[in-house]
């Protein structure tokens, strides 16, 4: 069965204080993990998608990496506007359906 | 260019009501898909439809259906309203049907009293 557990749920960080968000997850036949960034009361935002182990991408404070269990979203600096909930995503052998994790939610204080 | 919109953006019913949801993709994309997100969980798959065909189900009462129209326009319709169906209801395009990125409308808020 295809499960997916993002931690923590919530998390608050001084600006400028980096961390990391994990995404781990069981999907068969992974065919691309998925990061989604999300604001209240808004559709999610793309952010990433990674299709194999060791693979890297970024995008200005946020890098996204991949193992073969496991994806990690590193906010490096951040600011008040990266508060939002981040959602990862396995998308697996089936339709164009992603499995959603129940995300986690990043309050940067100023 | 327009991204993916829905309507309404904000519903209240009550319960054993019909709701009709809208959804219009990106321009060029064929392919919408349905999500439902309750309060403090991740969207859950509900259908996908390319082309007009149906081309995936989540695990998601009768109740729920849904079709896609010539212009990859989309309505998604629930029957006999629970109070349970309150949610965001999330509309996705994409340009095929494979694992590609989804581009999201804003959604529609349901309440369901």
């Known amino acids: 069965e295809d499960q997916v557990t993002q931690s923590p749920e919530a998390l608050r960080l001084q600006e400028g204080e980096s961390s990391s968000l994990n995404c781990s997850y069981t999907?068969?036949?992974?065919?691309?993990l998925f990061w989604y960034r999300q604001d209240p009361g808004k559709g999610p935002e793309f952010l990433f998608t990674?299709?194999?182990a060791g693979e890297e991408k970024e995008k200005e404070r946020l890098k996204a990496t991949l193992t073969k269990k496991e994806s990690f979203l590193h906010i490096t600096a951040p600011k008040p506007e990266d508060s939002a909930t981040y959602l990862c995503?396995?998308?697996?052998?089936?339709?164009?359906?992603?499995?959603f994790g129940t995300g986690t939610r990043l309050t940067v204080i100023p | 260019d327009a991204g993916v919109t829905q309507s309404p953006t904000h519903l209240i019913k009550t319960r054993g009501q019909h709701v009709t949801l809208r959804c219009s993709p990106i321009?060029?994309?064929?392919?919408v898909s349905w999500y439902q997100q309750v309060l403090g969980q991740g969207p859950q798959f509900i259908f996908q439809?390319?082309?007009?065909?149906?081309?995936g189900r989540g695990n998601f009462p009768d109740r729920f259906s849904a079709r896609q129209f010539p212009n990859y326009s989309s309505e998604l319709n629930v029957n006999a309203l629970l109070l349970g169906d309150s949610a965001l209801y999330l509309c996705?395009?994409?340009?095929?049907?494979?694992?590609?990125?989804?581009?999201f409308g804003s959604g529609t808020q349901l309440s369901v009293l």
């Open positions: 439809y390319y082309e007009k065909e149906e081309r």
């Open positions: 996705a395009s994409s340009y095929g049907t494979g694992a590609e990125k989804l581009f």
């Open positions: 999907v068969s036949g992974l065919r691309g």
């Open positions: 990674l299709y194999s």
């Open positions: 995503a396995p998308g697996g052998t089936g339709a164009n359906n992603l499995f």
């Open positions: 321009s060029g994309h064929k392919s």
